[in-house]
T-cell receptor
C-alpha cells in the first residue's frame, strides 16, 4: 500500500461546480499535512495547510480526520484557473520525510 | 526575498558529461531536497539533507551525488550524464513541520 493515496482522477468539471478531492495516508504518526497545486511543467506551489479543526481560504476548504487518516480538499465555484494537478502532502513525525501523493488532475471546462 | 533559487534553468548535455545543479535558499531552512519529475509522472526524491554537512539517499539516488557544505546551498551532481537522467529537477527547502518551498526547476536534456 502506498503511504499517501489520492483519487486517481482525472476530474473534468464545468465552471462553477463544486469538486472534492480525497487523500488517505497510512502512517498514523504523520505530523503535518498540506495541499499543493502543480501546473503543467511548473513547480508545486503550496495551496494550504490542513488542520484538525478544518480551515478555509476563500473558495477552498481543507479537512483532516486523524482517526480515519483522511484529508480532503473542497473547491467551490470552480474557475478555469483552478485547472491543475492537486497534490496531497504528508510530513512524517520524524521530521525528515515528506511524502507526496500521486496527484489528482482537475480540468475546469467552460 | 528570493526564496529558493535554482541554477541553471535549462541545460543540454552530451552523454558522459558532468555537471552540478545549484540550489540556494535564503530562508535559513534546515531541510533541503532534490526531486526529479518525468513527463506525466509524480515527484521522485533523489537525495535530501536535514542540516548543514548532512545528506541522505532518497528513492532514486543512483547516478547522483549531493553536498551541503553551507546551510543555504544544496548541490546536485551528475558525474557521467545518461539519457535516462533527462528530466525536470526541482529543489525544495523547509523547516520542521512546515511546508516545502520549491524552486522553479531546472530542465535538463541529455543527448
Amino acid at each position: 500500500r502506498k503511504e499517501v493515496e489520492q483519487d486517481p482522477g482525472p476530474f473534468n468539471v464545468p465552471e462553477g461546480a463544486t469538486v472534492a478531492f480525497n487523500c488517505t495516508y497510512s502512517n498514523s504518526a504523520s505530523q503535518s499535512f498540506f495541499w499543493y497545486r502543480q501546473d503543467c511543467r511548473k513547480e508545486p506551489k503550496l495551496l494550504m495547510s490542513v488542520y484538525s479543526s478544518g480551515n478555509e481560504d476563500g473558495r477552498f476548504t481543507a479537512q483532516l480526520n486523524r482517526a480515519s487518516q483522511y484529508i480532503s480538499l473542497l473547491i467551490r465555484d470552480s474557475k478555469l484557473s483552478d485547472s491543475a494537478t492537486y497534490l496531497c502532502v504528508v510530513n512524517s513525525r520524524s521530521g525528515d520525510k515528506v511524502i507526496f501523493g500521486p496527484g489528482t488532475s482537475l480540468s475546469v471546462i467552460p | 526575498n528570493a526564496g529558493v533559487t535554482q541554477t541553471p534553468k535549462f541545460r543540454v548535455l552530451k552523454t558522459g558529461q558532468s555537471m552540478t545543479l545549484l540550489c540556494a535558499q535564503d530562508m535559513n531552512h534546515e531541510y533541503m531536497y532534490w526531486y526529479r519529475q518525468d513527463p506525466g509522472m509524480g515527484l521522485r526524491l533523489i537525495h535530501y539533507s536535514v542540516g548543514e554537512g548532512t545528506t541522505a539517499k532518497g528513492e532514486v539516488p543512483d547516478g547522483y551525488n549531493v553536498s551541503r557544505l553551507k546551510k543555504q546551498n544544496f548541490l546536485l551532481g551528475l558525474e557521467s550524464a545518461a539519457p535516462s537522467q533527462t528530466s525536470v529537477y526541482f529543489c525544495a527547502s523547509r523547516d520542521s513541520n512546515q511546508p516545502q518551498h520549491f524552486g522553479d526547476g531546472t530542465r535538463l536534456s541529455i543527448l
